[in-house]
């Protein structure tokens, strides 16, 4: 996939997309009111400007694609 630094291969990718997904359903537990208490220590609100800020800087490196654009509207 070409970036705006060079381009990434599709393991790197694959990588990337993972540990999004895991960090996007992790911040599911946060808020479910059935296993938010698991999770005493995390602070929400920092967790997703952690999760945004990932996001906006992927999406930057990506050349800013329509899927990345998509996802982080939807949250």
């Known amino acids: 996939m070409k970036t ?8 790197q990718i694959h990588q990337t997309k993972a540990s999004l997904r895991k960090s996007i359903f992790f911040l ?13 220590d ?3 609100a920092e967790a997703f400007r952690d999760l945004q800020n990932r996001l906006n800087g992927l999406n930057s490196i990506l050349l800013e694609p329509p899927e990345l654009v998509e996802t982080m509207s939807l949250l």
């Open 4 to 11: 705006l630094y060079g381009s990434y291969s599709s393991k």
């Open 28 to 40: 599911l537990l946060y808020v479910d009111r059935n296993t938010k208490s698991n999770y005493p």
């Open 42 to 44: 995390i602070d929400v």
